[in-house]
């Protein structure tokens, strides 16, 4: 079992900047990927940006050249700079890491962006 725990989440304004983190714990020797996918009130989950064990990196077109991804492995832990936030990126934000085959959540941390 891998836990995640999620961090950064909060308001902005247009324009701003926010940084989330995602903390993996218990069996994570092996975890191939590590992303974040968004959920927003009334549509499904959808990714937004991955990074796997190689650094191979994958955007949504949406927010490439906003964001950026990252991770660091001894720490076991991902991050997602998001900058120059628009108002259509607010939503709930979850932390996913692949092993095995399975994909692991974590509970989701609330983005809101005001005008």
């Known amino acids: 079992q891998v836990q995640l725990v999620e961090s950064g989440g909060g308001l902005v304004q247009a324009g701003g900047s926010l940084r989330l983190s995602c903390a993996a714990s218990?069996?994570?020797?092996?975890?191939?990927?590590m992303g974040w996918y968004c959920q927003a009130p009334g549509r499904q989950r959808e990714l937004v940006a991955s990074?796997?064990?190689?650094?191979?990196?994958r955007y949504v077109d949406s927010v490439k050249g906003r964001f950026t991804i990252s991770r660091d492995n001894d720490k076991n832990t991902v991050y997602l700079q998001m900058n120059s936030l628009k108002r259509e990126d607010t939503a709930v934000y979850f932390c996913?890491?692949?092993?095995?085959?399975?994909?692991?959540w974590g509970q989701g941390t609330q983005v809101t962006v005001s005008s």
């Open positions: 996913y890491a692949s092993l095995g085959g399975l994909n692991y």
């Open positions: 990074i796997n064990s190689g650094g191979s990196l």
């Open positions: 218990g069996r994570t020797f092996g975890i191939y990927a």
